[in-house]
């Protein structure tokens, strides 16, 4: 198995929504964008299957290492070789990279947050930073579009976090801000017991209510001249939005179920943003 073959099963086996995005790009382009994603897979993975914190960190740090080899020439991880073909055509940097597993860091320290302000340095390190490589793979001449990417990516980690609430308490993490838990009476136990309560929907609403505000940001700071090269964020942009839709239709019953789109749902949303050139999303998402 090639470096690339090896990316290219690591994202069609995840069933992201990325994977969609990625199907309508040039080869250089998909190889590219296909491993940085088996990147983040790879790093995310440590945090979520490996039960050893001490044994987590020191995989995190071999792949700090990677990165470092990446940018000398000399990775060994088929992630990192095909990865490291693809550096200088992107003008990619190694610091988004490091601040990714800091990010994953992060999730082994951290299993709460007091604020949006804490919440956001977080989502930042997951997603922001991924934006802001994407970006770069898709192909942007103006350097406003890599503060849309970061904010695109800011909205995607918040509705992760929306639809993974349940999820993510039965791991003993809560990323719901404490400060907002407190304003609509929701404890700590309340999430970690599965309690649909007044509360809970209100404190939903709320973070709904950011993660659009989020889009609104990124959709608004996209420069026209960048929009069709940028069209792979917005059709993930259109499923993740259509996501959030549907969470908040079923009520924000996030507790004890997964709520996800069909995949011939993703396909078409995605297909339907590359043909139009995300003229539309963009327009209803900045409103």
Known sequence: MTPDEYCQ???ARSGSSFYYAFLFLPPERRRAITALYAFCREVDDIVDEVEEASVA???LAWWRDQVGLMFDGSP???????????????GLRPE???AVIE???MDLDQFRYTDWAALREYCWRAAGVVGDLSASIFGHTDPRTLEYAE????????????????DDARRGRIYLPA????RHGVTEDDILDGRYTEGFQALMRQQTARARELYRDAMRALPETDRRAQRPGLMMAAIYAALLDEIERDGWRVLDQRIALTPIRKFWLAWKTWVGGGRGLVRRLAK
Not at 179 to 182: K, Y
């Open 9 to 11: 099963q690591k994202a």
């Open 57 to 59: 960190r020191m995989k």
């Open 76 to 90: 060994d991880h088929p992630v990192a070789i095909a990865l490291a073909a693809h550096i200088h055509a992107f």
């Open 96 to 98: 988004p990279f490091y």
């Open 103 to 105: 990010g994953m860091e």
């Open 151 to 166: 904010t695109l990516g800011l909205a995607f980690q918040m509705t992760n976090i929306i639809r993974d609430v349940g």
């Open 179 to 182: 400060d907002d838990m407190a």
